[in-house]
C-alpha cells in the first residue's frame, strides 16, 4: 500500500520530464539509407580525382582505374617543352586578364557605389545582365574584329577575358564597398586625401575582400577558358594549357597518362588559391569599429 | 576679425522644403556655438556646410575675412567629429591620428610627437596599439576627438559626438570637451545637438532652428529668459514652459492680460505699437508655485493636481485649471495627493507673451527695463556668459 502510494507522490515532486531522445529505429535506418546515397555520390567525384592520381603515375595508364605500374614519365612529358609553354602562357593570360579586370572593376565600382550617375539604376541592372551573354555569341564578332586589327595573340586575348569577367566582377565589388560608411570617407576628405588616397588607404583595404573574392573569380574563370583562347589566339607556342589538355587526344592514341599529370599540374594554381581565399575569408569584414549604429 | 560668417545661406534639395533657409550667422574666434533643434531642422546641414562636405545653394560661407564657399573640405583648416566616430576601422589607433599628417606629408618624427601629446591629453596613450573594434564607445568617442585635435584646426565641428555614449559617459565627455575647449583658445568650436541640456550647459552661445531657419541665437540666459518665439520658449528648459491662450487689452494705456479666469497687468513694457489682440501666455513651471509661498501681486490660479513627477529637490505637479493643464513646480514634501483641489501662483514678472499669430515675443527687449534681461539683438561676446 505504501509502495504504490509512494510512487505517485515522487512524481509529483519531480518536475514533468519530457520522453528520452532515443531515436527510433525508422530514424535510423533512414539515415542509413540517406548515408549509403551520399556516399555513392561522393564516390562520383572522387573516383575521377583517384583516377587522376593513379594515371598520373602509370606507365600503362588506360581510361580504367587500375593499380599503376609506377612511374615519373608522364610529369616529365607533361613539363617538357610545349607543355610547360602552355602553363606560362596561362600564368600570363589569367594574370594579366585579372590584373586589368580587377583594377578597372575596383574603380568603376567605386564609381557606380558613390557617384551621383544618372540612369544608375538600368545601367547596373545592364552591368548585372551583360555577366550573363554566353561567351560563344560574342567570340565570333570579336574573333573578326581582332582578325582585322592583328590582334589574335595572347595578350589582347587577356584583355578581351577580363572585358568578360568585368560585369560580374564590378557587382561583386560594388557590394562590398555599398557596406563602407560614407562617414570614414568624408573624415578622410576633411584631412586632405585625394580621391586616390581614400581610394587605396581607406575604401580599398576596407573592400579588399571583396576585390580579393573578385579577382578570384577572373582568374579561375581566364585560368579555366578554352573557347575563348582556342579562337584568339592563332600561334600555337602562345596557347594556354587548356588547349594543351586537348592537344594529348591524338588521331591514333588518346595519352592518358600525360592527360592525368598534366592535369595535376595545371589544377595546382587553383587549388593555392582556395587555400588563398580561405585566409583571406577567415580575416572576414574589418568595418566594426567604424561606426557605433 | 569675424571668425566665421554664414551670409544668407541657403541648402535646397531638389523640390522639397529648404534643409536650410537664408541662415545669417557670425561665430567669434574662440567661441563655443551651439546648433540645436529637433531632428530634420538643418543643423547638420549647416554644419556640413562648414566642414565643405555640402556646397550651399545660394549664400557664402566666410571664414577668417576669407570666403571658403567653393573651398573643399581638406583646405580648410576645419576638424571635425562625426556622429558614428567614422574611425578607420583596418588602421590601429595610432595610424587613426597619423591619418590626416601622413596625408598632408609631414615630417615623421613631428607626427609621432603630435599623436603621443594628443594621446597623453585625451588619456588613449594605452590604446596606440589597438584596431577600433577593440575600443569601448567611449574610447572611440576619445579617438576620434584626438584625430580631429591632431592638426590644431581654427574650426572644430562636432556632430552629436556624445549621442551614441551612456548617459554617465556623456554628462562626463561634455564637461571634458568643455575644457578641451577652454585649452584650444583660438579654436572656435561648432557643435550640434538635439539634446537642449547639452546646449545650454555647453555653448557659449546657443542658436536655435527650426525647419531649416534660425529662430533665435543668444547666450543660453538670453534664451532661457527672453525667449523670441513660443517655439524656443518650449524647446529650451526642462520642465517644457506652459503656453496658455489669452487676451491682451490695453486699459489706461496699460497692458492688460486675461486668461485662465484671472487677469493681471504687464509690468513691463511691450513692444511699442502693442495693441489689443489674442496672445500665448507662457509661464515656466519653475516660475510657478504654491499659492501659499506666492508674495504679493501674484496671480492665483486654482485647480486639481493630477500626475506629479518627483525629481529629488522639488515636485512638478501638473495641476488641471479650467481651460488648461499646468505644470507646477511645489516643494518636495508635502507629496500632494492626485485629483486635490490646490492653489497655484505666479509672478506677472516672469510671464513671457507671444503673438498668437506670428508666435512671435511682444516684450520690448531694447526697454531698459528689461536690460537686465539682455536682448537678442546684441551679440555678447564669448566667454562673459557662463
Known sequence: MTAVGAAPEAAARRPAMPPANRASLRALSGQAIANVLLAIFGALFLLPM????????????????????????????ALS??????????????????????????????????????????????????SGVPLAILVIPVFQMYSAIGWLSLLPCSLFLAVTSLPFEIYLIKNFIDAVPRDVEEAARMER??????????????????????????????????????????????QPGSIAIFGFIGNAYVRYGDIAAFSLIYAVPILLLYALSARLFRGGFVLSGAVKG | MPGLRFEHVWKLYGRQAPAVADLSLDIAEGE??????????????????????????????????????????????VSMVFQSYALYPNMTVYKNLAFGP??????????????????????????????????????????????????????????????????????????????????LERTATVYVTHDQVEAL???????????????????????????????????IGSPAMNVIPGRLSIVGGRPRVACLGAE???PWPLRPGAAARDVLVGIRPDDLGPAARAPRGAVRIGGRTDVCEQT??????????????????????????????????????????FDSRTQASIADRSHPALAGVASPAAAAPPGTTK
Open chain 2, 264 to 266: 493681471f497687468e504687464v
Open chain 2, 312 to 353: 529629488g529637490i522639488a515636485i512638478y505637479a501638473t495641476v488641471n485649471c479650467p481651460g488648461a493643464a499646468l505644470v507646477a513646480r511645489l516643494p518636495r514634501s508635502p507629496v500632494p495627493a492626485a485629483n486635490q483641489p490646490i492653489e497655484v501662483a505666479f509672478d506677472p514678472r516672469d510671464v513671457h507673451l
Open chain 1, 81 to 130: 617543352g610545349s607543355n610547360l609553354q602552355s602553363i606560362i602562357n596561362s600564368i600570363v593570360m589569367s594574370g594579366v586578364s585579372t590584373v586589368i579586370a580587377t583594377i578597372c572593376g575596383a574603380l568603376a565600382a567605386y564609381a557606380l557605389s558613390r557617384r551621383r550617375i544618372p540612369w544608375k539604376g538600368p545601367l547596373l541592372l545592364a552591368v548585372l545582365f551583360l
Open chain 2, 32 to 77: 563655443f556655438l551651439v546648433l540645436v533643434g529637433a531632428s530634420g531642422c538643418g543643423k547638420t546641414t549647416s554644419l556640413r556646410m562648414l566642414a565643405g562636405l555640402e556646397r550651399p545653394s545660394y549664400g557664402r560661407i566666410w571664414m577668417g575675412g576669407k570666403d571658403v564657399t567653393d573651398i573643399p573640405p581638406g583646405r580648410r583648416d
Open chain 1, 50 to 77: 583517384l583516377w587522376l592520381v593513379l594515371a598520373s603515375v602509370d606507365a600503362n595508364a588506360s581510361w580504367s582505374v587500375e593499380v599503376p605500374h609506377l612511374t615519373a614519365a608522364n610529369f616529365a612529358d
Open chain 2, 102 to 183: 601622413r596625408v598632408r606629408r609631414e615630417p615623421r618624427e613631428h607626427i609621432r610627437r603630435r599623436v603621443e601629446e594628443v594621446a597623453e591629453i585625451l588619456g588613449i596613450g594605452g590604446l596606440l596599439d589597438r584596431h577600433p573594434g577593440e575600443l569601448s564607445g567611449g574610447q572611440r568617442q576619445r579617438v576620434a576627438l584626438g584625430r580631429a585635435m591632431i592638426r590644431e584646426p581654427s574650426l572644430f565641428l562636432m556632430d552629436e559626438p556624445l549621442s551614441n555614449l551612456d548617459a554617465a559617459l556623456r554628462v562626463q565627455m561634455r564637461a571634458e570637451l568643455i575644457r578641451l575647449h577652454k585649452r
Open chain 1, 193 to 238: 586625401a585625394g580621391t586616390f588616397q581614400i581610394l587605396t588607404r581607406v575604401v580599398g583595404p576596407l573592400a579588399l575582400p571583396g576585390i580579393g573574392a573578385a579577382a578570384i573569380y577572373g582568374f579561375v574563370t581566364a585560368w579555366g577558358s578554352f573557347l575563348v583562347p582556342l579562337v584568339l589566339i592563332t600561334d600555337p607556342s602562345q
Open chain 2, 201 to 235: 550647459t555647453m555653448g557659449d552661445r546657443v542658436a536655435v532652428l527650426k525647419d531649416g531657419s534660425l529662430l533665435q541665437v543668444g547666450t543660453p540666459a538670453e534664451l532661457y529668459d527672453a525667449p523670441a518665439t513660443v517655439y524656443v520658449a518650449t524647446f
